[in-house]
């Protein structure tokens, strides 16, 4: 590792990619793993959690690692390709050390943690050596003194009770797309992923929730306070969130649908009033709704929203007043893709794909598989008898519910075979 630098900090490795010795990038890193010992005696870095395409998690030994830079990290390329399962002797930098709060040796400093810092020792094991500590704030400074010490100046960090807040961590899952964040907070010991998901904001709690195994989801929600997991709920997709409430006791369902805002909490009951793996109830009662005088600029300017997903935003539905479901009759549905072809002044009315049979609420998952299948489409609308708009079904929203409740964690063992 002649051009590795000779002390690299933690927190600015994550995301890194990895290279193997071909140039071809293998994955990005995750976390550091170490071995703690007694108190002041610097730990040693086993190696790094790395996220391979299709996002499962591996483990990559430090002597596998040949170069790390500030922008790469390479390695041998021989990677040991079965998932990663922490053991009870191993310590995650990022998910368990970073935010523990500890003080500074023969001082009254105290602090947390916001950076650890690993070098390489004589041994050519690479050890922790170096903790970035920032003290709380005081008075009007916006941010508390830091404090960059040797790792046997620190007393806190080889106790498993001491306080640890989340702030730094909080950091690292707000830079990471919803299913990432999902999967790091899976992977964390229950007291801590309860303290994380504490610790987030209701929107981007409500982001990774919705990418989360439903136990994973029914944990952390009864985790929460009554009215905190209800704003957690409003910040939810509709269909996301009747989902959730389905698998909580019937007593507690009904506690947190009656503290959500009372339009919020209409689209879900609505939702829950249809059987489950139905159109109905696995719909989302908020497509892109535009009246027969709209546009296709105004089409387009909707489906700009970055909050749609792709299969939302594929479709738009025209249909008379009210504009909000249950609509007014579902006149047609224009298709993104043609309406990029046309002048921006035209109505979408005269672009209409209305050959198309929508579906009704009650048809089951196989129908509703069926027709996306036959016609190509990766939405289609769900009418009631009277051809008013109840939703749409997206592909996505089909997959959720084809696939098995544990689907995720069945996926993370094919993937990844027997723990290392």
């Not at 790094?48 to 922008?71: K, L, Q, Y």
């Not at 602090?111 to 003290?135: C, F, H, K, Q, T």
Request: overall charge negative; glycine content about 6%.
């Amino acid at each position: 590792m002649s051009s590795t630098p000779s002390r690299v900090f933690a927190a600015r490795l994550v995301g890194l990619p990895i290279f193997d010795p071909q140039g071809d990038q293998v994955g990005k890193v995750r976390d550091l793993v170490v071995a703690m010992r007694i108190e002041g005696t610097q730990p040693r870095v086993l190696g790094m959690v790395a996220e391979v395409f299709g996002r499962r998690r591996i483990f990559v030994p430090m002597t596998r690692v040949t170069n790390i830079d500030s922008a790469h990290v390479y390695t041998t390329g021989l990677l040991n390709m079965r998932r990663f399962e922490q053991r009870s002797t191993e310590t995650l930098v990022i998910g368990q050390m970073l935010d523990r709060t500890v003080t500074i040796t023969g001082s009254d400093v105290t602090g947390s943690v916001y950076d650890v810092a690993m070098e390489p020792a004589r041994n050519r094991d690479w050890v922790l050596s170096r903790v970035a500590i920032r003290e709380a704030s005081k008075g009007f400074r916006r941010r508390g003194q830091t404090h960059v010490v040797e790792w046997r100046d620190v007393i806190g960090l080889s106790r498993r009770d001491e306080t640890q807040g989340a702030a730094h961590l909080i950091a690292a899952i707000n830079e990471m797309r919803p299913a990432d964040a999902a999967n790091l907070l899976h992977d964390l010991p229950p007291d801590r992923r309860a303290a994380v998901a504490l610790a987030l904001d209701d929107e981007r709690l409500a982001d990774v929730l919705e990418e989360m195994p439903d136990s994973d989801q029914v944990e952390i929600l009864k985790g929460l306070d009554s009215e905190r997991a209800a704003d957690v709920l409003e910040e939810m997709s509709p269909d996301d969130a009747a989902d959730l409430v389905r698998d909580l006791p019937p007593e507690t369902a009904e506690i947190l649908l009656d503290l959500m805002e009372p339009d919020e909490a209409e689209d879900v009951r609505r939702l829950l009033n249809y059987v489950e793996d139905t159109a109905g109830a696995m719909m989302t009662p908020e497509p892109v709704i535009l009246g027969t005088d709209a546009t296709i600029a105004d089409a387009l300017a909707h489906v700009r929203n970055p909050d749609l997903t792709p299969a939302l935003a594929a479709l738009v539905y025209i249909c008379r007043p009210p504009l909000e479901a249950p609509t007014g009759k579902l006149i047609g549905v224009a298709h993104i893709q043609r309406l990029l072809r046309e002048p921006p002044s035209t109505l979408v009315a005269g672009a209409l794909d209305d050959s198309l049979e929508p579906l009704r609420p009650e048809a089951s998952i196989d129908e509703v598989a069926a027709h996306l299948a036959t016609y190509n489409l990766v939405a289609a609308p769900v009418v009631d008898e009277d051809r008013r708009l109840l939703g749409a079904v997206t592909v996505d929203d089909l997959l959720d519910h084809m696939l098995p409740s544990n689907w995720r964690d069945v996926a993370r063992a094919a993937r990844g075979g027997e723990p290392r």
